[in-house]
């Protein structure tokens, strides 16, 4: 799984700088990922797809609903036991029920969106290191 953070940063030849210019970059980088994850996932997408995911990130309960009865049974599939445990939102959270409708989304609508995230992380570290002189 892929952190950004401290590490990741010093991984790349960049994690010399202020608590403060570092907590600034992290915030950057992952605003960042999720303009270009999300322009990369919609390439292709009808706007009804986007409206639909652009409800269930912003927690319109009606929208999460409507996502989860298309589980049967979704509080006990692994994935959402899997989900609780890594996450540490209690069972029937607002939280974790939004997180894994959101990954059944996904799952339906964008089955490549892990490889997407790779492909720009990638693309970020590559930058980041021709880059890291003037960082």
């Known amino acids: 799984m892929f952190t950004l953070d ?7 030849g960049v994690g010399e700088m202020s608590d403060a210019d570092m907590e600034a970059f992290l915030s950057y ?3 960042e990922m999720e ?38 049974d979704y509080k006990n599939t692994e994935e959402y036991k ?8 209690a069972d029937g959270s607002r ?9 059944v989304w996904l799952k339906k609508n964008c089955p490549q969106y892990a490889d997407i ?6 693309g970020l570290k590559e930058e980041i290191r021709a880059g890291k002189d003037r960082i």
């Not at 912003?58 to 409507?66: F, K, L, N, P």
């Not at 899997?82 to 939102?89: N, P, R, V």
């Not at 995230?117 to 990638?122: F, G, K, T």
Request: no cysteine.
């Open 6 to 12: 401290k590490s990741f940063l010093e991984g790349l």
């Open 29 to 31: 980088l992952q605003e």
């Open 35 to 72: 303009v270009r994850v999300g322009e990369k996932m919609s390439e292709g997408m009808s706007e009804e797809q986007i409206a639909e995911f652009e409800s269930i990130i912003d927690g319109d309960e009606s929208a999460i609903e409507a996502m989860l009865a298309t589980v049967e």
């Open 82 to 89: 899997k989900l609780m445990e890594a996450s540490g939102f």
């Open 95 to 103: 939280e974790l029920v939004g997180e894994y409708a959101n990954l």
């Open 117 to 122: 995230v790779r492909q720009v992380i990638a």
